[in-house]
Nanobody
Framework: QVQLVESGGGLAQPGGSLRLSCVAS????????MNWYRQRPGETRDWIAS????????????TYADSVKGRFSISRENVKNTLYLEMTNLKPNDTGVYYC???????WGQGTQVTVSS
């Protein structure tokens, strides 16, 4: 079955960085668009970034929500069935649970907590 396992969350200071990972199994990873989502405390889960199957397809291999554009970077290693989210210049408002997901399979991981606080 489809399985997505996120890791890499934790506590970071404002302005700091974290790198999240998501290991996928149970489907042909290299054929699917992959997304990251964020659920802030008390809010719904929101999409924040997408990457095409090869990360290179036009018009853009990657797309971002305005709230993270220029600070977060999504990437993937298809040979490792792994999705990444590099987060820089973190802000307290980035606090939340981060999920990877396969929208066309309606599958999400269990999430990893990110807390940005001084």
């Amino acid at each position: 079955q489809v399985q997505l396992v996120e890791s890499g969350g934790g506590l970071a200071q404002p302005g700091g960085s974290l790198r999240l990972s998501c290991v996928a199994s149970g489907f042909t990873f290299e054929k699917y668009v992959m997304n990251w989502y964020r659920q802030r405390p008390g809010e719904t889960r929101d999409w924040i970034a997408s990457i095409s199957p090869d990360g290179l397809s036009s018009p853009s291999g990657t797309t971002y929500a305005d709230s993270v554009k220029g600070r977060f970077s999504i990437s993937r290693e298809n040979v490792k069935n792994t999705l990444y989210l590099e987060m820089t210049n973190l802000k307290p408002n980035d606090t939340g649970v981060y999920y990877c997901g396969v929208p066309t399979l309606r599958a999400w991981g269990q999430g990893t907590q990110v807390t940005v606080s001084s």
